[in-house]
């Protein structure tokens, strides 16, 4: 993650935690999308984004690498590669827990 991502999540988590510090008023009931704030399909939907965009980066730059750019480096070749490898694990470790969720909600007794 990038400084500029990690002050992001950063802000995302100050504002949650300013939001459930609130009154009860200010907090929109459940099935109530509050204004501005994005719904959890686009926010998977970007996240799988910018992960396949990290993982194209780190392909481009291989590639570069393995044609011969002088102007490429072996170690941010290496770099870019294992930061998509880990957001690509770290996206199949959410996807597994939210299928998990899903089969015990889905088991669940009425």
Not at 49 to 57: G, K, S, T, Y
Not at 66 to 81: C, H, I, R, Y
């Amino acid at each position: 993650m990038s400084s500029m991502q990690i002050q992001q999540v950063l802000a995302e988590m100050r504002a949650l935690q300013a939001r459930a510090a609130g009154t009860p008023a200010e907090i929109a009931p459940p099935g109530v999308q509050a204004a501005g704030t994005p719904d959890f399909a686009s926010l998977m939907r970007d996240s799988v984004d910018r992960i396949a965009a990290m993982q194209n980066q780190a392909s481009a730059l291989a590639s570069a690498y393995e044609t011969g750019d002088k102007s490429v480096d072996l170690t941010k070749v290496m770099l870019e590669v294992q930061k998509a490898d880990l957001a690509f694990r770290a996206m199949t470790q959410v996807r597994n827990k939210l299928v998990d969720a899903y089969t015990q909600v889905m088991n669940m007794s009425v």
